[in-house]
C-alpha cells in the first residue's frame, strides 16, 4: 500500500511545526479523523490486485529493426471497478533507447466483472529470445489517496530473428542463376553441368559443343546445350569463436556473416542445391540439416536468432572433424569466419587439407571499412602513421588470403553491406565453371 501525493500532503497538516501551525488534540483530531476515513474508504473501494487474472497473447518473434506487439488481458473478478496504472516490464534490450518508460506504462480501467486489453509494442535491438519480466499493478481508489499494489508473473517469450537485410539482393542473384540454368542464350559448361537440350549453333558458340549426330541428321548445325548440375550439397559453417565478437560499425562481425549465408542458402536452394548449416566454436552451437526448400529459411533464422559470438578460441581440428561427419560426401563447404592470421596459421591451414581433398572450399570474411578509410588518410602525423598501420594490416591480409588460395581455397574478403552479394557472385561462378 503506497500513498499518494495528495495523501501525503494532507497526512502532514498533523505534523507541521509548532512555529508555522499549534493546533490542538481536538484540532488534530478534526483534521486527521475526516481524512482517516476517507483513505479507508477509498483502499476499500480499490479493487484487489492479487485476484487478477492476467493472461497474454499476440507475436512470438519478429525481425531484428521491426515491432511485435503482446498482448495482455486484465480480468476483474472482483465487484469493485478497477483504476489502475500497469507497468509491463521487459529486458532493456526490447525497446530503442529512451523509449521504454513511455512503452511499458499505460493506465487501465476495467468495471467489475469484465476484462480489458492492453497493447505492449516491443521494438528490439538485439537479437535472441526477450521473455517478459513481472507485470506491476497499482490500483487506485475513487478518491486516488491510497492505492493497492502487486505483481504477476505472466510468461512470454518473442524471438528476434536476424533481419535478411541482403534479400533485396535475391531479385538479381536468380536472373543470374536462370542464365546458367539455361533458360535463356548464354549457357555453360564444366565438369559440374549435365546435358539439357539441342539447338542451332549460332556464331560465337563454343566448338567442343556441337553434336555430329545430331549435324548429320538435320540441314544446320545442331549444338549441346548445358545446364549446371542440381541436387549438390552446401554446407555453410558459422565460426561463432572470439572472432565474430569484433564489431564493424554498429554489429558483430557474426551478424554480417549470418546475412551472407542466408543470402546463399536462399539462392543455392532455389538452384536446387540441398543446404545444411553448422554453427561453431568448440562445441556445435547450432545444426540445421535435411530441410526441404520451403521449410529451409525459416529453419536458418530460427537456429542463427539466438546465436551469439563466445570469447574463445575456435578450435579448427574439431571444427573440420564436424564439418566431414556433417558432409560426408563431395560439397562446398562455405566457412564463414575471420581473415586474422594467427587463427588461419595456427588453427585452420595445418587441417585445412582433410577438407580440400574431398570437398570443394569457399571462405568469406567479413573486412573492416574503417581500415580502408584510414589507409587513405593524410594531413598530419596522426593520419599518416594511421594509414601506416592501415596499410600493414591489409598487407597481411591479402597475404593470408593468398596463403588460402594456394591450398584451393575461394576467398571472398568484403566489407558487411558487400558481403552477400559477393559471396552469392562467388557461388555462381563455381556453378558457371561447373565446379558444382
Not at 559470438?309 to 573440420?320: M, Q, S
Amino acid at each position: 500500500m503506497a500513498l499518494t501525493g495528495r495523501a501525503a500532503l494532507l497526512a502532514a497538516l498533523g505534523s507541521l511545526p509548532v512555529g508555522i501551525w499549534e493546533p490542538s488534540w481536538t484540532g488534530i483530531l478534526a483534521v486527521n479523523a475526516p481524512l482517516a476515513v476517507a483513505c479507508a474508504c477509498d483502499f476499500a473501494l480499490a479493487a484487489p490486485v492479487r485476484r487478477l487474472g492476467l493472461t497474454r497473447s499476440g507475436d512470438t518473434s519478429a525481425r531484428l529493426g521491426e515491432t511485435a506487439d503482446v498482448t495482455l488481458t486484465v480480468t476483474n473478478p472482483s465487484g469493485r471497478p478497477l483504476r489502475a496504472h500497469i507497468r509491463d516490464a521487459w529486458p532493456p534490450s526490447s525497446w530503442q533507447p529512451g523509449t521504454e518508460v513511455e512503452a511499458s506504462r499505460q493506465r487501465l480501467t476495467v468495471p467489475a466483472g469484465e476484462r480489458r486489453r492492453l497493447t505492449t509494442r516491443l521494438r528490439p535491438t538485439r537479437r535472441g529470445d526477450r521473455q517478459a519480466d513481472r507485470v506491476t499493478i497499482r490500483s487506485y481508489g475513487p478518491l486516488r489517496l491510497i492505492s493497492r499494489q502487486g505483481t504477476h508473473k505472466v510468461p512470454w517469450t518473442v524471438r528476434v530473428l536476424p533481419p535478411f537485410t541482403s534479400r533485396k539482393h535475391l531479385p538479381s542473384k536468380l536472373a543470374r542463376l536462370r542464365e546458367l540454368d539455361g533458360r535463356t542464350s548464354v549457357l555453360t559448361r564444366g565438369e559440374g553441368t549435365e546435358f539439357d537440350s539441342l539447338r542451332e549453333y549460332v556464331p560465337g558458340d563454343d566448338t567442343r559443343s556441337i553434336d555430329w549426330r545430331a549435324t548429320a541428321r538435320q540441314t544446320s548445325v545442331a549444338v549441346r546445350t548445358w545446364r549446371p548440375e542440381r541436387d549438390r550439397h552446401i554446407l555453410l559453417v558459422l565460426d561463432t569463436g572470439r572472432t565474430s565478437a569484433g564489431r564493424v560499425g554498429d554489429a558483430p562481425r557474426l551478424d554480417a556473416s549470418m546475412d551472407a549465408a542466408l543470402l546463399l542458402a536462399a539462392l543455392a536452394s532455389r538452384a536446387g542445391d540441398r543446404v545444411d548449416l553448422l554453427a561453431y566454436d568448440r562445441r556445435v552451437r547450432a545444426l540445421v540439416q535435411g530441410r526441404t526448400a520451403n521449410d529451409l529459411l525459416p529453419s536458418l533464422v530460427n537456429a542463427m536468432a539466438t546465436l551469439e559470438p563466445e570469447l574463445v578460441e575456435t578450435n579448427a581440428r574439431g571444427l573440420t572433424t564436424t564439418a566431414l561427419r556433417t558432409a560426408p560426401r563431395s560439397s562446398l563447404i562455405v566457412l564463414l569466419t575471420s581473415l586474422d592470421a594467427a587463427p588461419i596459421e595456427e588453427g585452420l591451414l595445418p587441417v585445412l587439407p582433410q577438407l580440400t581433398q574431398r570437398h570443394t572450399v569457399l571462405l568469406a570474411s567479413v573486412a573492416d571499412p574503417h581500415i580502408a578509410r584510414m589507409a587513405t588518410a593524410r594531413g598530419n602525423t596522426d593520419a599518416i602513421y594511421e594509414a601506416a598501420a592501415a596499410a600493414q594490416a591489409q598487407t597481411e591480409r591479402h597475404r593470408t588470403a593468398e596463403q588460402l588460395r594456394r591450398h584451393g581455397v575461394t576467398v571472398v574478403d568484403a566489407t558487411p553491406d558487400d558481403l552477400a552479394p559477393a559471396l552469392a557472385d562467388a557461388y555462381l561462378a563455381l556453378k558457371a565453371a561447373g565446379r558444382l
